[in-house]
C-alpha cells in the first residue's frame, strides 16, 4: 500500500468532489446500460430488464456512498454533514448561538491574554540565533553580603547571597582563564542616560556591552556594524549602535544617521550601526536604545570612587554570558572549571568583608532568556492570573454546559428518533461533540482576537507610565496553538455532561412525549452539580476580590509617616562628564534655590532615594561608644536641608537640618525612632555619634515608609546630601494646589541653571505611591471583575434550574393547592431547593477558598489569609443573590391558579 | 448445478487477477470472472464498485478513461506494477492456505 497514492487519491476526492461524482455516475450509467443490453439480448423484456438490473446494482446514492466509503471518505462526509447540521441547529437558535460564542470567546480570551503575558515571562527567549547555547554567570555567597559595592541585582534566598554582578577585572581574569565559551562577553544594563541629537536632550535607556557582545550574541546590524572588540579600547573615540525604535524615532530611518555624532551624557559619540529590531538587548524586559563599548564607561558614566570602574575590583556591576557549544561538556564541568579562577581573581583583588566561609562561588545557569531577574518577581503574580483566568472559562462552561443541557432535553427526541433509526451511540455522541467544538471553535477565533487587542492591557497595567516597556509580549504562533489547543478542550469539556446524559437515556421513554421519565430527574441533577460548581468557584473569586480590595485599601490606609499630597517628584542626573561630584554639589544647590523662587512652589528639597519607590539604600551602623558588631545594618537617605519640612515628617527631638550644615562643617545625621529604639534603647541619642565618618546625631524624626508600602518603617538615618556626594538625586516639590502646569515653569527653571539637564520621570508623589501597587490593583480589578462575572453566570444558572422544576412541578403545585396548601408554603418549598443548592455551594466554595487563599498569603497586607470578614461577606452577597434569583420562579410558582395547574400537562 | 458466493475475503484477488489479464472496465471485470469461473461464481454487483475503488484507493489498480466495444465512454482499469506484486502474495498465501487446508481437511483417522 503506498501512502503516497492514498493521498493522492484521498485529496483529490476531497478537492475535486464534483469531478468525482459526475465520474463515478457516468461509471455506473455505464455498467447498468451494459447490464440491460445483455440481459435483453438473452432474450428478457427490457421493461423487466431494467428492473432487475435496478435491484441488483442498488440504487444509485448508495453506490456512491459506498465508493466513497471504500476511499476512506466515510469519515469526512460524516464530519461535514455534522457541522452542516450542527451550524444549521445554531442559526436556528441566534440567541442561543450569540450567548454561547461570546461567553466562550471571553473565556478564551482572558486566557490567551493571561498565557501570552505568562509566556513572555516564563517561556519567551532572547531573539537571537541558538538562544539555547547562551549561558549565564552568577555567584553565590554565605549569608552575608561579601563585597564592599555592588551596582546591579542582588538577593538573599535561603541564607545565601546571590547577584550576577561582576567585577571588570573578574570578566577579565575569566575570560583569559577558559576556553570552555566561545565567547565570554559581558554587558551593563544603564537605565538612565541622557541622548542630545541635534541640540534636542531627551532621557533613555542604554547598554554598554563588551568588545565581543555582538559575536557572542551572533547579532548582525540591520544597518552599518556592530561593536567591535578594536571599538572596545580605553582612550579611542566613542561609538554607538542605536536600537531600531531610536533610529526610526529620531532619524526617520535615514541612512544618514550612520557616522553621525550624537552626544551620550554631554559627550561626543559616533552612531556606527543600528540594530535589527527583534533584539532588545540582553535583558528580557527592558528596551535598551544605545549599545556602547564598555570602554566608555569611564568617560560617559563615571561611577565609584575614581570614577573608572574597569580598574575597580571593589565594585561589583558587569554582568556576564557566554556561549557554549552543548555537546562539549556539561554545565557542571564548566561550572567546577570556572570555580577556581574565579575565586583567585576574587582573593587576588578583593577585600571581602566577612569570613572565609563567605567568599563566593560561580554558577553557571541557562541563558536563553539572557538576564532575567524580573521572572522571579513576576513568577507569581502570573500564577494567580493563569488559575483567575482558568476559573473564568470553567464558569463560563459551566453555564454553557447547562444551556446545552436545556437544549438538549428540547432535543431528546430527536436523538431518540436517531438511536432508533439505528444510530450508534458513538455516532450519536459523535454529532453531539462535533456541536459542541463547532461552538468552542468559534468561540477561540473571537478569543484570538479579543486576546489579540488586548495584548499590551495587562503589562501596560503592571508597567509604570514615566518608565520603558517592563514587559514585552510576542502574540506569535504559539499563542494561537495555545488558544486552538484550549478551545479544542473547551469543546470537549462541553460535550462531557451531554454524554453522560445521553448514555442513560431510554429511547423508548425518549420517544414519548415530553419523557419525563427517569432520564428528566438525572438531567436535573447533572444540572444542579453544575450549579454548584458555579456557585462554589464564583465564592473563590469574591472571597479573592474581597481579600485583593481589603488589601489594597489597607495599603492605602497605611500610615506612611509623610503627606504625599501636592508633591511633584522627578530625577536629575548631572552627567559626570561635565560636574564632578563638588560641582554637582553645587549644582544641586542652586537648582534648589531656582525652584523654591518659582510661584506655586510651597518648598523644595531631594533625597538620593525617592520615597516608596521600590527604591533604598542600606550602610552599616556603628555605634562609636560601642565595640564594633559587622553585622549591624540601618537604611539611610542623603536628603536636602528642607527635606522633613517638605515632607512634613515631624521632628520629634532635636532639630533639623539647616543651611549650616555643609561640606566643611561637623558631620550630622538625624535618625529615626526606629532606629532610636533598635540602637538607643532608653537611652538619648541626641549628640551620639556613629560610623567612621562620625556622624553626630542632632535629631530624631518620625518613621516614615521607605521601599514600599507593605514593609514596615525600617530603622533609617538620613544625613545632608551636601555632606555625601550623591549626584543622581531625586526633587521633592511641594506645590501651593495641585497643579499640572508648574512642571512646565519648573523644566524652565532648571532649563536657566543648565538646559541639557532634563526632568526624568516626572510625577506626582501619590502616582509613584500609585505605582508600587500595581499589582494589588491588578488582583483586585480583576477578581472583583472575574467575581461579578461569575456571579452574573451563576444566578443566570440558579435562575434556569428553578424555573425549569417550576414547570416541571406545576402540576403537583396545582393539586398541592387545591388541596389546601397556602402560597407562603409553595413559595417556601421552591426558596428551600435554591437555598439547598445555594448552602451547599457555599460550602463547597469556602473550602476550596481557605485552602487556594494559602497560595496567595504573601500577596495581602494586614489581613490572613482566613479573614472572616471577607468570607462572610462574600458568602452573604453570594447567599442573597442567589435566592434572589431562585425567588422569581418560587414567587411564579406560589401564583399558579390550581385550575391551570391541573389542566397543565 | 447452482453458483456460489464469492468467498470472504477472496473477491479483491478474483479482480487483481481479472484484470491482470487485460485492462478491464467494471462491467468487464463482472464478466471475465463469471467466463473464466465457467459461470459458477456470482458477484454481488454492489460490491464491486466500492472493491475497485478501494484496490485503486490503496494504488493496486489505475485507471483511465478509453473508448468501450460499442464507443462509449468507459473507465478502464488496469493493474499496477504494485498491485502485480500484491497479487502474487496473495496467491502464494492462498496457495499455502489451500494446500494446508486440503491437508487437514483429507486427514483420515489412521493417519494420526
Known amino acids: 500500500m503506498s501512502l503516497r497514492s492514498r493521498l493522492r487519491s484521498f485529496t483529490s476526492s476531497l478537492f475535486h468532489r464534483a469531478e468525482l461524482d459526475s465520474n463515478m455516475e457516468a461509471e455506473f450509467r455505464f455498467h447498468f446500460d451494459k447490464y440491460v443490453e445483455h440481459l435483453t439480448q438473452s432474450g428478457i423484456a427490457p421493461e423487466e ?26 469519515l469526512w462526509d460524516e464530519l461535514v454533514a455534522d457541522v452542516r447540521f450542527g451550524a444549521r441547529m445554531l442559526r436556528k437558535s441566534p440567541a442561543f448561538a450569540a450567548i454561547a460564542i461570546l461567553s466562550l470567546a471571553l473565556g478564551i480570551g482572558v486566557n490567551t491574554t493571561i498565557f501570552t503575558l505568562a509566556k513572555s515571562v516564563l517561556l519567551d527567549r532572547l531573539e537571537v540565533s541558538h538562544p539555547e547555547d547562551l549561558r549565564i554567570l552568577t555567584w553565590v555567597s554565605g549569608k552575608k553580603f561579601p563585597m564592599e559595592s555592588l551596582w546591579g541585582n542582588y538577593s538573599d534566598e535561603g541564607g545565601a547571597s546571590h547577584s550576577s554582578s561582576f567585577s571588570y577585572p573578574v570578566y577579565k581574569a575569566l575570560r583569559e582563564r577558559t576556553s570552555l565559551f566561545q565567547p565570554l562577553f559581558a554587558f551593563k544594563d544603564i537605565s538612565q542616560m541622557t541622548a542630545t541629537v541635534d541640540g534636542h ?22 544597518f552599518g556594524r556592530g561593536i567591535s572588540p578594536t571599538d572596545d579600547v580605553e582612550g579611542k573615540a566613542n561609538v554607538a549602535v542605536i536600537s531600531d525604535a531610536f533610529w526610526a524615532r529620531r532619524f526617520a530611518r535615514s541612512p544618514s544617521a550612520i557616522g553621525k555624532s550624537i552626544e551620550i551624557n554631554l559627550l561626543p559619540v559616533t552612531i556606527v550601526g543600528v540594530n535589527p529590531p527583534t533584539f532588545i538587548g540582553a535583558q528580557m524586559s527592558r528596551l535598551p536604545e544605545v549599545f556602547m563599548p564598555l570602554a566608555a564607561q569611564p568617560t560617559v558614566l563615571p561611577r565609584g570612587k575614581a570614577g573608572n570602574l574597569l580598574k575597580d575590583p571593589n565594585n561589583w556591576w558587569l554582568q556576564i554570558m557566554g556561549r557554549v557549544d552543548s555537546r562539549e561538556a556539561s554545565d557542571a564541568a564548566r561550572q567546577s572549571a570556572l570555580d577556581l579562577p574565579f575565586v583567585q581573581a576574587v582573593k587576588s583583588g578583593v577585600t571581602i568583608k566577612a569570613g572565609r566561609d563567605d567568599l563566593p562561588h560561580i554558577r553557571v ?129 462541553l460535550s462531557i455532561p451531554l454524554a453522560l446524559q445521553g448514555r442513560r437515556e431510554d429511547v423508548s421513554s425518549g420517544l414519548k412525549e415530553g419523557g419525563r421519565g427517569s432520564a428528566a430527574r438525572s438531567h436535573n441533577f447533572t444540572n444542579k452539580a453544575l450549579v454548584i460548581f458555579q456557585l462554589s468557584v464564583s465564592l473563590v473569586l469574591l472571597f479573592g476580590a474581597g481579600l485583593f480590595l481589603k488589601t489594597l485599601s ?22 559626570r562628564s ?33 520615597l516608596v519607590a521600590l527604591d533604598s539604600s542600606i550602610n552599616q551602623f556603628q555605634r562609636n561608644d560601642r565595640p564594633k558588631d559587622a553585622k549591624a545594618q540601618a537604611w539611610f537617605n542623603a536628603v536636602g536641608t528642607n527635606f522633613f519640612e517638605t515632607l512634613q515628617i515631624p521632628i520629634l527631638a532635636g532639630r533639623s537640618f539647616n543651611s549650616s550644615d555643609i561640606l566643611t562643617s561637623p558631620k550630622v545625621a538625624i535618625i529615626n525612632q526606629k532606629l532610636a529604639h533598635k540602637f538607643f534603647p532608653g537611652e538619648n541619642p541626641i549628640g551620639k555619634t556613629f560610623n567612621e565618618e562620625k556622624y553626630e546625631i542632632v535629631g530624631v524624626c518620625g518613621d516614615t515608609k521607605y521601599e514600599d508600602l507593605k514593609s514596615d518603617a525600617p530603622a533609617t538615618f538620613f544625613v545632608p ?88 412541578r406545576t402540576n403537583e403545585i396545582g393539586i398541592r393547592m387545591a388541596l389546601g396548601a397556602p402560597r407562603t408554603k409553595v413559595l417556601r418549598m421552591i426558596l428551600r ?47 442573597a443573590i442567589a435566592l434572589l434569583a431562585g425567588w422569581i420562579p418560587a414567587r411564579r410558582a406560589s401564583r399558579v391558579d390550581p385550575m391551570d395547574a391541573l389542566r397543565h400537562e | ?37 465457467g459461470d459458477q461464481l456470482e458477484i454481488q454487483q454492489g460490491s464491486l464498485y466500492p472493491a475497485l475503488y478501494r484496490l485503486e484507493h490503496q494504488g493496486w489498480l489505475a485507471s483511465d478513461w478509453g473508448e468501450s466495444d460499442n464507443n462509449r465512454r468507459a473507465k478502464f482499469y488496469r493493474l499496477t506494477a504494485q498491485g502485480k506484486r500484491r497479487l502474487n502474495a496473495e496467491l502464494e498465501r492462498w496457495n499455502r492456505m489451500s494446500d494446508l487446508m486440503a491437508n487437514i481437511l483429507s486427514t483420515r483417522p489412521e493417519e494420526l
Open chain 1, 833 to 879: 431547593e435554591a437555598s439547598t443548592l445555594t448552602i451547599i455551594g457555599v460550602i463547597i466554595g469556602i473550602a476550596a477558598s481557605l485552602f487556594l487563599a494559602r497560595l496567595v498569603s504573601t500577596m495581602l497586607y494586614g489581613l490572613k489569609p482566613s479573614d472572616p470578614t471577607a468570607l462572610s461577606s462574600a458568602a452573604v452577597i453570594l447567599v
Open chain 1, 578 to 610: 561635565r560636574y564632578t561630584p563638588e560641582a554637582a554639589l553645587t549644582l544641586h544647590k542652586r537648582i534648589l534655590d531656582t525652584i523654591a523662587a518659582v510661584p506655586g512652589v510651597q518648598s523644595a528639597s531631594l533625597s538620593s532615594d525617592p
Open chain 1, 554 to 575: 489597607n495599603l492605602r490606609a497605611a500610615p506612611i509617616g509623610f503627606q504625599p499630597d501636592r508633591v511633584l517628584v522627578f530625577e536629575i542626573d548631572p552627567p
Open chain 2, 1 to 37: 448445478m447452482g453458483q456460489i458466493d464469492v468467498l470472504q475475503g477472496t473477491l479483491d484477488m478474483l479482480i487483481l487477477k481479472a484484470v491482470s489479464l487485460g485492462p478491464l472496465h467494471g462491467y468487464g471485470v463482472l464478466l471475465r470472472i463469471q467466463q473464466i469461473s
Open chain 1, 721 to 808: 546630601y551636601t555632606q555625601s556626594f550623591e549626584s543622581n538625586v531625586t526633587y521633592e516639590i511641594r506645590t501651593l494646589a495641585p497643579s499640572a502646569e508648574i512642571l512646565k515653569s519648573l523644566q524652565q527653571a532648571v532649563a536657566t541653571v543648565d538646559k541639557d539637564l532634563p526632568l526624568i520621570h516626572a510625577r506626582t508623589q501619590n502616582e509613584q505611591i500609585d505605582a508600587t501597587l500595581s499589582n494589588q490593583r491588578i488582583f483586585a480589578l480583576l477578581t472583583s471583575a472575574f467575581g461579578v462575572l461569575a456571579l452574573i453566570l451563576a444566578c443566570i444558572g440558579i435562575y434556569g434550574i428553578m424555573a425549569y422544576t417550576v414547570t416541571r
Open chain 1, 365 to 493: 545557569l541557562p541563558g536563553r532568556r539572557g538576564s532575567d531577574y524580573e521572572k522571579s518577581e513576576f513568577i507569581k503574580p502570573i500564577y494567580v492570573l493563569i488559575v483567575l483566568s482558568v476559573f473564568v472559562l470553567l464558569i463560563a462552561c459551566a453555564n454553557l454546559a447547562n444551556l446545552l443541557l436545556a437544549r438538549s432535553a428540547a432535543r431528546q427526541r430527536e436523538m431518540s428518533v436517531r438511536v432508533a433509526m439505528g444510530a450508534s451511540r458513538m455516532r450519536v455522541l459523535r454529532q453531539v461533540t462535533t456541536e459542541s467544538l463547532l461552538l468552542s471553535l468559534t468561540g477561540g477565533v473571537g478569543g484570538v482576537i479579543l486576546g489579540y487587542s488586548s495584548r499590551n492591557l495587562l503589562p501596560h497595567l503592571i508597567s509604570t507610565p514615566w518608565e520603558d516597556g517592563r514587559l514585552q509580549t510576542r502574540f506569535d504562533l504559539y499563542v494561537i496553538l495555545f488558544t486552538l489547543g484550549l478551545s479544542v478542550i473547551t469543546g470537549l469539556l
Open chain 1, 201 to 222: 536632550a531627551e532621557s533613555i535607556s542604554g547598554e554598554l556591552v563588551s568588545g565581543n557582545f555582538y559575536e557572542g550574541m551572533r547579532i548582525r546590524p540591520i
Open chain 1, 49 to 74: 430488464a431494467r428492473r432487475r438490473a435496478r435491484l441488483e446494482l442498488g440504487s444509485l446514492a448508495t453506490q456512491k456512498e459506498n465508493c466513497r466509503r471504500s476511499l476512506g471518505l466515510r
